[in-house]
């Protein structure tokens, strides 16, 4: 369950890319620790605040596409493997957390 930043799409130090991400890999970190059967639920709880799901797709890359044609696709910044699949975090605070049907894709800032 390590985090792995990616470096290709991105030009910053990984550091401050993963500063970027917040505590949101840490939330992931402990849901695995716990063996949580519900990531989303769980990330929601550390949240706060229930997710609103965005309507676009994670690509098998991890790279995510918004439903609106006119907004440029998105690679992620890190991901992390978890026993519910794997988790991808991109700019703005938005994460993709692995579902029994796919990914719910929300913003956490």
Known sequence: MTLVINNKDYDAP?????????????????????QED??????EGRYGYPVNKFNGTVADDGTYSSEYAE???MP?????QTHKGTVYFYP?????I????G???????
């Open 14 to 34: 990984q550091e401050h890319l993963v500063e970027s991400l917040g505590v949101l890999p840490y939330w992931v970190t402990e849901a695995v620790l716990l």
């Open 38 to 43: 519900n990531l989303k639920e769980y990330l």
């Open 71 to 73: 907004d440029p696709d």
């Open 76 to 80: 992620y910044i890190g991901k992390m």
């Open 92 to 96: 703005y605070a938005m994460v993709a």
């Open 98 to 101: 692995p579902t029994d049907d």
């Open 103 to 109: 990914y719910t894709v929300t913003r956490m800032d």
